[in-house]
């Protein structure tokens, strides 16, 4: 038994799945609600990632098809370990959800009428808005830092809440925009250094 709880303790890939396994019990709203708390364990508790990796990861999970938690649990456990990191860590972020629905389908045919339900339901919904805004100020204060940072999220907002374009042609979009910003600099600071 002491084996056990040693290797438990010491196994990085044991450490991988229990820490996406909470993740993926505790956490109630889907992906971008997870993201602050994510951070928090990967960033501030567990020292996988800094604040900078863990941005990119953010960019990356949410540009690829999918749901972001598991993009990002499988980019956390491959970054870690490689492929069986990826794995692993994608196992612990699924198996919570996969049992849960089972048990709440199961249930849920004979209390899908009680206004208690239905109550509590609305209010995670709340919450899980509350958790998806903190996320993106969170997320808007590391990461929007001069004017082209701004301007490409106010458009991105605009674009798609406004105009309904989808998702991904605002990030292929942006992506060509970033690339065209970043050769302007690169130009300009080439031209300041010949003169």
């Known amino acids: 038994m002491s084996r056990i709880k040693e290797f438990?303790?010491?196994?990085?890939?044991?450490?991988?799945f229990e820490c996406f396994f909470?993740?993926?019990?505790?956490?109630?709203g889907g992906g971008m609600a997870m993201i602050p708390i994510m951070q928090e364990k990967i960033c501030d508790e567990r020292k996988w990632m800094?604040?900078?990796?863990?941005?990119?990861?953010?960019?990356?999970?949410?540009?690829l098809p999918g749901v972001i938690a598991i993009n990002m649990a499988t980019y956390v456990g491959y970054y870690k370990k490689g492929l069986k990191g990826a794995l692993v860590s994608t196992a612990g972020v699924l198996l919570p959800?996969?049992?849960?629905i089972i048990l709440v389908v199961s249930l849920l045919r004979t209390i899908d009428e009680n206004p208690?339900?239905?109550g509590a339901l609305e209010g995670?919904?709340?919450?899980?808005?509350?958790?998806?805004?903190?996320a993106a100020y969170k997320m808007g204060?590391?990461?929007?830092?001069?004017?082209?940072?701004?301007?490409?999220?106010l458009l991105a907002f605009l674009l798609i809440v406004v105009f309904g374009l989808n998702a991904v042609w605002v990030i292929?979009?942006?992506?060509?925009?970033?690339?065209?910003?970043?050769?302007?600099?690169a130009a300009s600071l080439a031209k300041e250094g010949k003169q």
């Open 8 to 16: 438990c303790k010491n196994s990085i890939y044991w450490n991988l």
């Open 22 to 28: 909470k993740l993926g019990l505790f956490t109630i």
């Open 50 to 63: 800094t604040e900078e990796e863990i941005l990119d990861c953010i960019a990356v999970s949410q540009s």
């Open 97 to 100: 959800s996969f049992i849960i």
């Open 116 to 118: 208690y339900v239905q």
């Open 124 to 134: 995670i919904k709340a919450a899980a808005t509350g958790l998806i805004a903190f």
């Open 141 to 153: 204060k590391q990461t929007l830092k001069g004017v082209f940072q701004w301007i490409m999220a």
């Open 172 to 185: 292929l979009g942006a992506i060509v925009a970033g690339e065209v910003y970043a050769a302007i600099n």
